[in-house]
Nanobody
Framework: VQLVESGGGLVQPGGSLRLSCAAS????????MRWYRQAPEKERELVAG????????FYADSVKGRFTISRDNTKNTVYLQMNSLKPEDTAVYYC?????????WGQGTQVTVSS
């Protein structure tokens, strides 16, 4: 089982990034997928999620209207489009796959928003 995040980097405030999380080793389409983030000296927080069946989405209030989560079950990949980035979005971003009895985490990708 693998979850591999990519797409992080350094971006100026107001900029955009698209994170990807490529999954393998399990039935991706059956899993709810979520993005979390953890800033230095802060607890990991839930950013966004997307359901497996209907693909319903939810977002933390702090990112609502700026971030969009999506998934492509043909590519076993979940995405996080991040627009209007702010310095407070700086964190390591992790994806997580949640099944009926198991869950998996990726290794994370660093996002730094700074001028």
């Amino acid at each position: 089982v693998q979850l591999v995040e990519s797409g992080g980097g350094l971006v100026q405030p107001g900029g955009s990034l698209r994170l990807s999380c490529a999954a393998s080793g399990f039935t991706f389409s059956s899993y709810t997928m979520r993005w979390y983030r953890q800033a230095p000296e802060k607890e990991r927080e839930l950013v966004a999620g997307i359901g497996s069946a209907l693909g319903r989405t939810f977002y933390a209030d702090s990112v609502k209207g700026r971030f969009t989560i999506s998934r492509d079950n043909t590519k076993n990949t979940v995405y996080l489009q991040m627009n209007s980035l702010k310095p407070e979005d700086t964190a390591v971003y992790y994806c997580r796959a949640i099944g009926s009895s198991t869950n998996y985490w990726g290794q994370g990708t660093q996002v730094t928003v700074s001028s």
